[in-house]
């Protein structure tokens, strides 16, 4: 019983170290560690609900915040928590059948997290267009900023249903990419090599209130608020 | 009676009851040459359309308050469904295959036996947001009665077993898409089904009887992102239990749902 706890435990701790290694946040987000089990919180905004207008309201903000990422932070740590019962009794089926609970859940722990840190205010440097090693890398993977940031709008716009549209790094070939994934799969859902650098929620949920149904808007003006800083950040851990 | 030539602009206004099947058949009547009258207006070539008209939901706007604000409709009906009808004729505009048929054969021949193509998120979703509206009605809820009621009570055990599977369904659908009792035609019972996106169904040659738009922006002015709110609200105040019965009895007509009564010689 005792060595089951501790391979347990291992386990997921390896599972949760991994899951924030991919989050990339020294933040709060990992809590408490009771009974073997990581569990995790909802992180806080490097902002307030109201900074990013008028790009994202303020409605908008503390909607997607307090009630959908917490909603996934919830379930997740519910759904970790039944694994580890099965786990532990040996249930094979249900822990197969945890599996999309896990997925759909961390996955959007996981995005949201780094959705936060990928916005940042007008007045703290949003929009600021990238400068450096990330800068260069744009443009020499799609011409310009403009080419990009067009891209990933009209991928975001083409995009049916719910999902996400990335900025991604491959780390092998040392290139930018632009991918889209469906719900709350992460971006390495889509390849084992693949850092995300920007996401961009086109779920209705995180423009519904202030755009409608007019997500071109929405994906028009969130560039205004995006930290490129940050995305620099992340890029030249990557690619020193 | 000559060849029309109706502007696209003109039908796709809301509130105009035009039946889709009834524009479709007017389109494809060829005349012979010596039948064909001027045209009164323009004198470009008369290219005939095949496209589909946006139908209104059978009852006014504000009828579904408090459960379904006007405010949601206007915008779920007037742009959301009005967008899949305008993007679903300017995507046959440019297809030379996709002519002629039903919303129904349309949706079917798009999804391409699961391998869609690009015009069937709009059909879908023109037929979907079409059979959602009617599935509704104001001082719905409630339980169905006599036949239905039985059929219900056959193949879940009971309504309240029924009602607690199809809120679970719309409840774990993650992301976008549609919860749905369905006739499935090949096991002859009821089911709940849940779908993706823009998925219905009557791909899979099954008869749906109810559904319920789980896509957010369904649900979002009115309920935020309480979707058990608007799930319950549905089922307690919305759903038309007089149309699923009408889609089953219509449906008995295709699916033999009793034993067959053979006589004994």
């Given at each position: 019983m005792a060595l089951r706890t501790i391979a347990s435990r291992k386990t997921l701790a390896a599972l949760g170290s991994g899951l924030r290694a991919q989050a990339r946040l020294a933040t709060a987000a990992a809590g408490a560690y009771s009974r073997g089990l990581v569990t995790f919180s909802l992180p806080d905004l490097?902002?307030?609900?109201?900074?990013?207008?008028?790009?994202?309201?303020a409605e908008i903000m503390q909607l997607h915040h307090q009630k959908h990422h917490q909603t996934y932070v919830t379930n997740y740590n519910k759904a970790v928590e039944q694994l580890v019962d099965a786990m532990a009794k040996g249930d094979a089926p249900a822990v197969a059948k945890l599996q999309s609970a896990i997925k759909f859940n961390g996955g959007g722990h996981i995005n949201h997290s780094l959705f936060w840190q990928n916005l940042t205010p007008i007045h703290e440097g949003g929009g600021e267009p990238p400068k450096g090693l990330l800068g260069w890398a744009i443009d020499t993977d799609f011409g310009s900023l403009e080419a990009l940031v067009q891209k990933m709008n009209a991928e975001g716009a083409a995009l049916q249903g719910s999902g996400w549209v990335w900025l991604g790094l491959d780390k092998d070939f040392k290139k930018l990419v632009v991918e889209t994934t469906a719900n709350q799969d992460p971006l390495v859902t889509k390849g084992a090599n693949l850092v995300p650098l920007i996401g961009i929620d086109?779920?209705?949920?995180?423009y519904y209130l202030q755009y409608k149904n007019v997500k071109p808007d929405y994906l028009k003006n969130i560039w205004k608020v995006i930290n490129w800083k940050y995305a620099s950040e992340l890029y030249e851990k990557e690619c020193p | 009676m000559g060849s029309f030539s109706l502007h696209a602009s003109c039908l796709a206004?809301?509130?105009?009851?035009?039946s889709n099947d009834c524009f479709q058949n007017l389109n494809s009547l060829k005349l012979p040459a010596l039948q064909r009258r001027p045209k009164f207006?323009?004198?470009?070539?008369?290219?005939?359309l095949a496209f589909y008209g946006l139908k209104s939901p059978p009852?006014?706007?504000?009828?579904?308050?408090?459960?379904?604000?006007k405010r949601l409709l206007e915008t779920h009906w007037g742009e959301h469904h009005h967008g899949y009808v305008e993007g679903l004729n300017k995507q046959l505009e440019k297809s030379d295959i996709l002519y002629g048929h039903t919303l129904d054969e349309l949706v079917k021949v798009t999804y391409n036996n699961g391998n869609p193509l690009p015009e069937f998120n709009n059909a879908a979703q023109v037929w979907n947001h079409d059979f959602f509206w009617e599935s509704m009605q104001p001082g719905g809820g409630g339980m169905p009665e006599l036949g239905l009621l039985q059929q219900i009570e056959k193949d879940f055990g009971s309504f309240t077993n029924f009602k607690e599977k199809f809120i679970e369904a719309a409840l774990s659908l993650f992301g976008s898409g549609w919860v749905w009792l369905v006739l499935k035609r090949r096991e002859k019972r009821l089911e709940v089904v849940k779908t993706s996106n823009a998925v219905n169904p009557i791909v899979w040659d099954d008869i749906p009887l109810i559904s319920l738009d789980v896509w957010e922006h369904a649900y979002y002015q009115d309920y935020k992102n309480d979707r058990g709110k608007y799930v319950n609200a549905f089922m307690n105040h919305l759903v038309s239990w007089h149309v699923a019965t009408a889609r089953i009895i219509h449906a008995e007509a295709f699916v033999n749902l009793g034993e067959p009564n053979i006589p004994v010689a």
């Amino acid at each position: 019983m005792a060595l089951r706890t501790i391979a347990s435990r291992k386990t997921l701790a390896a599972l949760g170290s991994g899951l924030r290694a991919q989050a990339r946040l020294a933040t709060a987000a990992a809590g408490a560690y009771s009974r073997g089990l990581v569990t995790f919180s909802l992180p806080d905004l490097p902002y307030d609900y109201g900074a990013l207008e008028p790009a994202i309201s303020a409605e908008i903000m503390q909607l997607h915040h307090q009630k959908h990422h917490q909603t996934y932070v919830t379930n997740y740590n519910k759904a970790v928590e039944q694994l580890v019962d099965a786990m532990a009794k040996g249930d094979a089926p249900a822990v197969a059948k945890l599996q999309s609970a896990i997925k759909f859940n961390g996955g959007g722990h996981i995005n949201h997290s780094l959705f936060w840190q990928n916005l940042t205010p007008i007045h703290e440097g949003g929009g600021e267009p990238p400068k450096g090693l990330l800068g260069w890398a744009i443009d020499t993977d799609f011409g310009s900023l403009e080419a990009l940031v067009q891209k990933m709008n009209a991928e975001g716009a083409a995009l049916q249903g719910s999902g996400w549209v990335w900025l991604g790094l491959d780390k092998d070939f040392k290139k930018l990419v632009v991918e889209t994934t469906a719900n709350q799969d992460p971006l390495v859902t889509k390849g084992a090599n693949l850092v995300p650098l920007i996401g961009i929620d086109v779920w209705e949920h995180a423009y519904y209130l202030q755009y409608k149904n007019v997500k071109p808007d929405y994906l028009k003006n969130i560039w205004k608020v995006i930290n490129w800083k940050y995305a620099s950040e992340l890029y030249e851990k990557e690619c020193p | 009676m000559g060849s029309f030539s109706l502007h696209a602009s003109c039908l796709a206004k809301p509130k105009l009851p035009w039946s889709n099947d009834c524009f479709q058949n007017l389109n494809s009547l060829k005349l012979p040459a010596l039948q064909r009258r001027p045209k009164f207006h323009s004198r470009k070539a008369s290219k005939v359309l095949a496209f589909y008209g946006l139908k209104s939901p059978p009852y006014k706007l504000d009828a579904l308050e408090p459960y379904m604000s006007k405010r949601l409709l206007e915008t779920h009906w007037g742009e959301h469904h009005h967008g899949y009808v305008e993007g679903l004729n300017k995507q046959l505009e440019k297809s030379d295959i996709l002519y002629g048929h039903t919303l129904d054969e349309l949706v079917k021949v798009t999804y391409n036996n699961g391998n869609p193509l690009p015009e069937f998120n709009n059909a879908a979703q023109v037929w979907n947001h079409d059979f959602f509206w009617e599935s509704m009605q104001p001082g719905g809820g409630g339980m169905p009665e006599l036949g239905l009621l039985q059929q219900i009570e056959k193949d879940f055990g009971s309504f309240t077993n029924f009602k607690e599977k199809f809120i679970e369904a719309a409840l774990s659908l993650f992301g976008s898409g549609w919860v749905w009792l369905v006739l499935k035609r090949r096991e002859k019972r009821l089911e709940v089904v849940k779908t993706s996106n823009a998925v219905n169904p009557i791909v899979w040659d099954d008869i749906p009887l109810i559904s319920l738009d789980v896509w957010e922006h369904a649900y979002y002015q009115d309920y935020k992102n309480d979707r058990g709110k608007y799930v319950n609200a549905f089922m307690n105040h919305l759903v038309s239990w007089h149309v699923a019965t009408a889609r089953i009895i219509h449906a008995e007509a295709f699916v033999n749902l009793g034993e067959p009564n053979i006589p004994v010689a």
